[in-house]
């Protein structure tokens, strides 16, 4: 029998996603190896009665530069006792599998290390590489290298958003935007800085208060007065819903929100409207001070996961994938792989980027960085003091709505 290679896509979609698996397989292929693609993510490793196929050249070169996955996802995330009691050796065994390629964010990185280090302590001859993909961009590649499928979103993303901008200036009005990114809002950056938004909403800008909802409506609001000094009458303003995800429970409860959680902890965002919340909360504030604007909500999201990947996307991922191979033939496991500027490829090991819970820790908007930093100097408004006497025709406290002072920078 042909050595094999299995693949299994985790978390949730990213463009890109066929564009790996399916140039991992046209890579192997061409070498000489059988490919086997598995559907269900990590629950198919944990079953006895796994769904697979065989990937061939023509389905991979059907699937490759479409976007969603053409292998089933799964968010499943198997217990010690699954490990100990469930895990499918003999899938390995009877397909003469010699690599196990899994595809996801930080949550799939985090079992591809619990995996390598079972496989390692069982002494089960089976490599496992990790490709990092989320549109969230939030694993830690070095030089601030992006993950898949954050390009092909954020230019979705920003062509919404553009709309959306063109939208509050015809109009006359406010659009109030939320952006997909559950602890890090390099996403909603990306778009508000892309479309020149008035003012973008992230978590990592509270490091030096904490985050309320209050603070995130007197940020909203010291955009739109500012604007209203300048003579402009409309904006949008982008808000990361990883915002919620920092949220103290007394926030939320005292705001009239319900949030549920998943299985591992996390706030279920994608079952709340944060726009739709964060556009009832202001048009209270409005009422409060007299304010005369009209809003709108409008959700950045689910519809940005799917769409085909951009140019940037398709090469990326198919270095991605090609690195796979190159690693994999040096004997390299247990690892990630990273691809320069220069399309070389080289191994980061899961061990080295676990923290003591053997969990990988998101990597965030550098808030200090160049990016973020000239973003909220030179494109985001909001008032300083030198609006105070200016803005007293709007409020009568201005200092309230001040950008630094609300955030203590």
Request: hydrophobic share 35%; with cysteine; charged share 25%.
């Amino acid at each position: 029998m042909k050595d094999s290679i299995i693949i299994l896509c985790g978390g949730g979609p990213a463009p890109g996603m066929n564009t790996v698996v399916c140039s991992v397989a046209k890579t192997f292929l061409n070498n000489g190896y059988r490919v086997i693609g598995l559907h269900g993510g990590y629950s198919g490793l944990f079953s006895e009665t796994p769904r697979f196929e065989e990937i061939d050249f023509f389905k991979a070169d059907a699937y490759f530069n479409r976007g969603g996955s053409y292998l089933q996802m799964s968010r499943f995330k198997p217990t010690d006792e699954d490990f100990e009691k469930r895990f499918n050796l003999s899938l390995f065994q009877d397909n003469n599998i010699k690599l196990l390629v899994t595809v996801g964010g930080d949550d799939t990185a985090s079992t591809a290390n619990r995996i390598a280090k079972f496989l390692g302590a069982k002494k089960y001859p089976i490599a496992n590489i990790h490709v990092p993909k989320t549109i969230d961009n939030d694993l830690p590649l070095p030089a601030n290298t992006p993950t898949f499928g954050f390009n092909s979103a954020k230019q979705e993303g920003a062509h919404i958003a553009r709309t959306i901008y063109e939208d509050a200036r015809t109009s006359g009005n406010w659009l109030l935007i939320s952006a997909m990114g559950r602890s890090a809002g390099h996403l909603a950056l990306g778009i508000g800085e892309a479309t020149h938004c008035p003012m973008t909403i992230i978590p990592e800008m509270f490091n030096k208060t904490e985050i309320s909802i209050d603070k995130i409506i007197r940020l909203t609001l010291s955009a739109i007065i500012k604007r209203k000094i300048s003579g402009i009458g409309y904006g949008t303003v982008v808000v990361a819903e990883g915002v919620f995800h920092d949220l103290s429970a007394e926030d939320i409860k005292s705001a009239g929100v319900s949030m549920t959680y998943d299985e591992h902890g996390h706030p279920e965002l994608g079952k709340i409207s944060k726009a739709v919340l964060f556009n009832e909360l202001l048009e209270k504030e409005f009422k409060k001070t007299g304010m005369k604007v009209k809003t709108r909500p409008v959700e950045i999201g689910y519809d940005v996961r799917c769409q085909d990947p951009i140019a940037y996307d398709l090469s990326y991922c198919s270095e991605l994938a090609m690195g796979v191979y190159e690693l994999f033939s040096k004997g390299e496991t247990g690892c990630m792989v990273y691809v320069d500027a220069f399309g070389n490829a080289s191994p980061l090991y899961l061990k080295d980027l676990q923290n003591e819970e053997g969990k990988i820790p998101p990597r965030r908007v550098d808030i200090d960085g160049g990016i973020a930093g000239n973003y909220y100097k030179h494109i985001c408004q909001y008032i300083t003091p030198a609006d105070y006497e200016a803005a007293k025709k709007y409020v009568s406290d201005p200092e309230a709505y001040d950008f630094c002072k609300i955030l203590g920078w």
